[in-house]
């Protein structure tokens, strides 16, 4: 295939994960992931170094375009978990090098399901009202607990993303649900804005480090400004327990997807 060729098709990888990205509130690279596996020949960690990278437009433009069009966005629980993210990503990009991967995926599956579920339950009246939390909306009122816990979720999520370049999203808006009542769209706008400066610490580590492809982050983001834009405006079209199911969909073909992955390497 010529050059031209495969930038065409970078660029339309890069499109994708932004719709994703933008309509979920993140989870792109659980898309970019694979989907560079198969049309590269990086190695494991660039792979997660070049996805990470690409989610800088993805959750930038995404922000951008969520707050232009009245999104609402959880700023209480959301600049703690900016500022969380934004210091975990500063040492994430050392996690997919000095951290065993498969305990941390089995916890990124069992909250994955957990969330499907929930948010099947909501959206079809059977289980708590959407956004519920575990939490009181007195607990949730008080700073004390707002401050402290925003912090500490927002830096393990941010490590996560910032080392694997996958599945922030899918982790940030369950938390911001459960445990700061975050109702679904408001989830995913909190989401992206807090994984703006996540990507951009996260990708400088992996560039010191070398494991991101600077031409194809490139393309990526490049593809992905079009595509989050896309994404964010179909997320604030759409009813949010049809939103509930797309993101429960999602989540469960992609727990899926990691317990197959997560089987077959044991026979290998």
Known sequence: MKNAEWTGVEAGIGFTGGAIGGLLGGG??????????????LSRHALHGTAGAANIAVTGVGAAVFAAIGGSVDLRAGAGMALGA???????????????????????????????????????GLGLSSGSAL???EMIANLAYTIPVSLAFGAVIGAWAAGMGLGGGLLAVPVL????????????????????PNAIVGTYGHMRQGTVDRRLATILNLGALPGAAVGVLCALAVDAAVLSIIFAAFAMVIAVREVRRLIGDLHT
């Open 135 to 137: 939490i009181s909306d």
């Open 177 to 196: 649900m459960l445990f700061f009542g975050s109702d679904l769209p408001t989830a995913e706008g909190t989401s992206l804005l807090m994984f703006f």
């Open 86 to 124: 934004t210091v975990g990503g500063l040492f994430g990009a050392r996690l997919v090098v000095a951290v065993p991967q498969r305990p941390l995926r089995w916890l990124f599956v069992a909250i994955l399901v957990a969330t499907g579920v929930k948010l099947i339950l909501d959206a079809t």
């Open 28 to 41: 792109s690279g659980v898309f970019y992931v694979p989907a560079l596996e198969r049309t590269t020949t």
